[in-house]
């Protein structure tokens, strides 16, 4: 049995990240990134990787590998997807990172998941996505991941960055991994810290 597993990480303005302990490399072919880093099985046949970010429209690239240095940090290594650059992830962030342009475009399945929600705008922009096929060779499948935004605080109420990671079983049914514990729920700045803590 195939799946289709599509990987959507999608900042509408900037990425941001506090992440100062970690290296990041830019230069890794999406298919090395799926097999070697964020597979890494025997028990999972990869096939089809695709993805799309900023370099496809004349902008910056927002797929990396990053490498961690600190043991206070969950995740060793693994793959960022940003709507900005890459390498920027890196830290510190001391100004507002503006990399996407309004050129990069958003992404038809990110807007069916967010679209649901009245709170999230029409338009989408800077998508970055990775995909591929998979078929497992288990019952059981893990994908840590974290979700960090620039737009906590100032823009929260104004922007919507946002996460999906979307499992299309073989029978086309889409299912969005990436929700609210126990909700049904999209991850983004909006849904997972609301306008309480704005002015953090």
């Known amino acids: 049995m195939i799946k289709r597993y599509l ?22 072919t999406p298919d090395d990134l799926v097999r070697n880093t964020l597979t890494q099985s025997v028990c999972i046949n990869v096939s089809n990787v695709k993805s799309s970010t900023g370099t496809n429209y004349g902008s910056t690239n927002g797929i990396g590998y990053f490498k961690n240095t600190n043991p206070a940090f969950p995740i060793s290594e693994g793959i960022i997807l940003s709507t900005g650059n890459a390498l920027k992830s890196i830290g510190p962030n001391t100004s507002r990172l503006q990399d996407g342009i309004d050129t990069w475009p958003g992404d038809s399945d990110l807007t069916s998941v967010f679209t649901t929600d009245p709170a999230f705008p029409a338009i989408f922009l800077n998508a970055t996505k990775l995909e591929f096929d998979f078929t497992p060779l288990s019952s059981h499948i893990q994908l840590p991941f974290i979700f960090s935004s620039e737009e906590y605080g100032t823009y929260q109420c104004n922007t919507y960055d946002g996460i999906a990671i979307l499992l299309t079983h073989p029978d086309g049914t889409v299912e969005n991994l990436a929700l609210v514990t126990n909700t049904k729920l999209p991850i983004s700045v909006e849904t997972i810290r609301d306008n309480l803590y704005n002015t953090i």
């Open 7 to 28: 990987l959507l990480l999608v900042f509408f303005i900037d990425f941001y990240s506090h992440a100062q302990f970690i290296s990041v490399e830019t230069n890794r």
